[in-house]
């Protein structure tokens, strides 16, 4: 890239944000997405040594040389995210700002206020403090390393102005009722204050989910990355909808997720393996709260739970550690040992240089010792290993000693052997495009059994 | 004040919340405040453990004992406002939400979005997103230690969402223009985008100008604090006005400044002398954001000028060695010096315990040597010293060795003698009150010079 100043790239942004602004919106979204994408992938290495001078960073400990990696990276991304969907706004609503359909020779400022749309601008405007206000906790947990439970609480507080907004816009709080409970319950259920609760949970499982399948190098961006580009089909497929409310959901939720893939992608490309910086807790919570702000104001909140398949998976086959049946040590990470090969292997990574070229370093599971696990914990071990779902070690009387750590990372090594970190967050991102698939199918064929044809 | 665990006080505060809802907003406004400032009031030293432990410290220089104290503690009171202003959403639209002027029977959430005033909620959360960036910038800045351009750079992005929706919402770009330009002007000019530069600019130089003006325990707050509530003066004796725009700009400043007011002022008592707390520049980003919303949305901006002259004229006093006439060494501070005293006085603190009662630590303006000094610099600094505005060393050529910094702290300290750090602050803080005095006085009797008198 030729070495333009950064004042020149940001004129240069401008007059490009001037010239979309004569453009369809969703192209200009676009547009502007790219943009953000090349800014984002542009500073990361320019700022990291401030980060790590700050004292913001955190040894790879999976690698042989454990390199310090500035950490909360996804905060460049964040912000970039922010002043894109910011500047978007005009550009957004642009239509309604030069003329009005009755007097198209003699617009002036005062004729539009009849018709333009501050329902949705003030939706938009909440959903941009909601996220504002997620990046700067969790940053703010980055920085000051706040303690668990405010883990939960924070996305709560975050999604106050979400959920205030869609209260003064008078959101919807019915849900539709499946053909087969309609005799009962009628075609749709109001369902008041829970339906808040629904969307405060919903802030809470999408942000947290994400940190908790989380600790190889690529595995948070990459997970984020799928859901955000199935977000975006599931939208694009149905941004032309006969129904002019369903049709501007999806295109609102195209506005905030396409910046989203955009900066996503750039900040991948720095913490792939083998990462060069670490994206920190403020990148799982903007990836989170983004998906529960398209979710609920797009008003697709259920298929965005099927898109969580894998985390939901991951969550419920933690429950026996989560709920202290079997031991949960605080890291459950895989641990990495080394191998000597007889043969040099192509697993081994080329980026990572060792003089002993027959030595891989290939991840396993952690252990948990199962000395202080509950009679039902136990029982489930037994049940899980008898499925293969679980590595056990027994002593010579057969009593379990330990067994492999209960997160979706370990579960992929038990069934796949050792393999190299680059290759297990694949396996990760692999699984993720799977669960999507399957996500769209559901949503296609088996909803149909319960619902009218949405697509219509 | 009785131990209640956090979790009752915030239920209590919920269900406050709750009551004040169906009050008039303008009251409950000042209960959420009054709510808002003991929450500040009770956390801050709850958490500035927690601060000093992740790195955000500073000693506390004009101390015998150098004692380390939290940094950036604004941003505890900065994250509490935003939280009481969002809460305040509801509250201050519940008006709207409940009926309409039609049909009070019937009312249903459908039948409010005719008259729901969606173009003030957007300017509301215009003013929170705008606000909610800078914090989060002014905390980004703490902790990563941005260089000093991006003081410059950082308002005018935080400012983007007010510029962009005051845009959106067609708001007014032209000013009234005084009796005795009106023949060759008009009643009032259109300033288009020069107004937005403008706007822009303002919040650049409220964030600046209380930056600047800082440095001892207890100034930058206390300053604030002052224009805070003259501002929530200026909008009370407006607020009835017959006009309904104005009034409603001046209760919607209201709406920004009472929170503001109240948890600065719970800040002010942690950081006043002795400080137990530093505020760090989120706290300053805060405060001058703060100002120019509620100036620039309010539609008083020039009137916001006038209660910064302070401020002004510090910025005046600093121009030959913010402009490199006369060198400008880093720190500016004033010095402390200790001063044996013959008798025990009065003006030692009693909480800063020493051994040698006869000692008291004073502060003494910091000086700048001019052998560098340009010619125009010496001349100027030739004419303050005639002026009684600096205090020089002379060799015993009469040639000037160096003189005082320029900045209002050093000022006061020339004309008055050293002091305590104590009567320093309350020095600074009881101009900041008679520049507010005689803003008031400017805006109602010479205004009237120059335009239609307002109170009318």
Redesign the interface.
């Known amino acids: 890239m030729p070495r333009i100043p950064v004042g020149g790239k940001a004129f240069t942004t401008l007059g490009l944000l001037v010239y979309l602004s004569q453009s369809n919106p969703l192209t200009a979204c676009f547009c502007i997405s790219i943009v953000a994408a090349l800014w984002t992938w542009h500073i990361i290495p320019l700022v990291k040594d ?2 790590i ?4 960073s955190g040894k790879d400990m999976n690698k042989p040389s454990h390199p310090v990696l500035a950490e909360s990276m996804g ?1 460049i991304a964040a ?1 970039i995210y ?2 894109t969907t ?2 978007f ?2 550009i957004q ?1 642009q239509q309604w ?1 030069t003329s009005t359909p009755n007097d198209d020779q003699h617009s002036t ?2 004729s ?2 009849h018709t ?1 749309p ?2 949705k ?2 939706q938009y ?2 959903a ?2 909601s996220l ?2 997620m ?2 906790l969790g ?2 947990d980055d ?3 706040l303690r668990w439970r405010f883990k939960l609480v924070l996305p709560t ?1 975050a999604s ?2 979400l959920l ?2 869609y ?4 959101g919807v709080t019915f849900v539709m009722v499946p053909f087969q409970f309609r005799d009962f319950l009628g075609q749709s259920l109001d369902l008041g204050v829970i339906y808040y609760v629904y969307m405060g949970m919903m802030a809470v499982f999408c942000t947290n989910s994400i940190n908790i399948l989380a600790g190889i190098n690529g595995v948070e961006v990459g997970q984020s990355l799928v859901i955000g580009i199935s977000v975006a089909i599931y939208n694009l497929m149905r941004v032309n909808s006969d129904n002019p409310d369903t049709a501007y959901c999806h295109l609102f939720s195209l506005y905030l997720i396409l910046p989203f893939i955009a900066v996503s992608a750039a900040l991948f490309h720095w913490n792939r393996f083998p990462a060069k910086v670490f994206v920190g807790d403020t990148y799982c919570y903007f990836a989170g709260m983004t998906f529960a702000v398209v979710g609920i104001l797009g008003h697709f909140s259920k298929t965005l739970l099927l898109l969580f398949i894998p985390q939901i998976l991951n969550f419920i086959y933690s429950c026996p550690q989560l709920f202290r049946l079997v031991p949960c040590p605080r890291h459950r990470l895989p641990s990495v040992v080394k191998f000597t090969s007889s043969k040099k292997t192509d697993e081994y990574d080329k980026d990572d240089k060792k003089p002993n070229k027959n030595v891989v370093e290939l991840m396993e599971p952690s252990r948990t010792r199962l000395a202080d696990a509950t009679h039902i914990g136990l029982v489930i071990i037994k049940t899980m290993d008898r499925l293969g779902l679980v590595s056990v070690k027994r002593n010579n009387n057969g009593d379990l000693i330990d067994c492999s750590n209960l997160t979706l990372l370990n579960l992929f090594l038990v069934r796949f052997g050792p393999m190299t970190e680059r290759r297990l967050a694949w396996y990760v991102i692999s699984f993720q495009i799977f669960g999507s698939v399957c996500a769209f199918f559901i949503r296609h064929n088996l909803a149909t059994l319960f619902y009218e044809d949405i697509y219509k």
Chains 1, 2 share one sequence.
């Open positions: 401030m980060f001078k700050a004292g913001l905060i912000t922010m002043v910011i500047l706004i005009p609503f700002m400022p005062i539009w206020s333009f501050y329902n601008m003030g405007l909440s941009l403090l504002q206000s990046i700067f940053f703010a920085v000051l390393n507080i106050i102005p205030t907004v209260y003064v816009s008078h």
